[in-house]
């Protein structure tokens, strides 16, 4: 069997679909498949795991996308650095500890990534997805498209600018 080389970019969303605004991670996800965006690959689970520093290999850029209810609304976007913390031993483990263990296993640096933080407000088992973030993620949709558009590509380090 072949095995598919990665892409250069991987935008991997997470969360619970099941859990009101959680489900912004997936939920991204699934507007993403219907982008049809180039190089990019696309991973969603409903958590990280340290088996998903194997994804990250190959990788020209990383986007983590999840939802967040401190992010500033409609959504924040930070570049992270690797950072061992103990979150691999709980149920959530952070975008920064899965770059720290990329870092140990492959006894390099990880490629470069960034948090996509979509700013949810309920959280909660059988809720469905709120107006405010089904707004949010759309703007971090098209935000995320900015980002990915090989013909303008966008300085994904610069402050994102949002209306109040």
């Not at 991987?10 to 180039?38: C, E, I, K």
């Not at 959504?75 to 690797?82: D, G, K, N, S």
Request: include cysteine; hydrophobic fraction near 40%; aromatic fraction near 8%.
């Amino acid at each position: 069997m072949l095995e598919q080389q990665a892409r250069p970019d991987l935008v991997f969303t997470w969360g619970n679909p099941s859990r009101g605004d959680d489900a912004l991670g997936p939920a991204m996800y699934d507007l993403l498949q219907h982008a049809n965006l180039h190089g990019v690959d696309l991973l969603t689970d409903f958590q990280l795991q340290i088996e998903h520093a194997t994804d990250l290999e190959g990788r020209k850029r990383v986007l983590f996308v999840d939802a967040s209810l401190s992010a500033g609304a409609p959504f924040e976007l930070v570049r992270l650095q690797p950072e061992q913390d103990a979150s691999y031993t709980t149920h959530a483990m952070s975008p920064q500890a899965l770059l720290s263990v990329y870092r140990q296993v492959y006894d390099c640096a990880p490629p470069p990534a960034w948090l996509l933080s979509i700013r949810g407000y309920e959280i909660g088992l059988g809720l469905p997805l709120s107006a405010a973030a089904n707004e949010h993620l759309q703007a971090a949709f098209s935000h995320i498209k900015q980002l990915l558009d090989p013909l303008q590509p966008a300085d994904w380090d610069e402050p994102v600018v949002t209306p109040a």
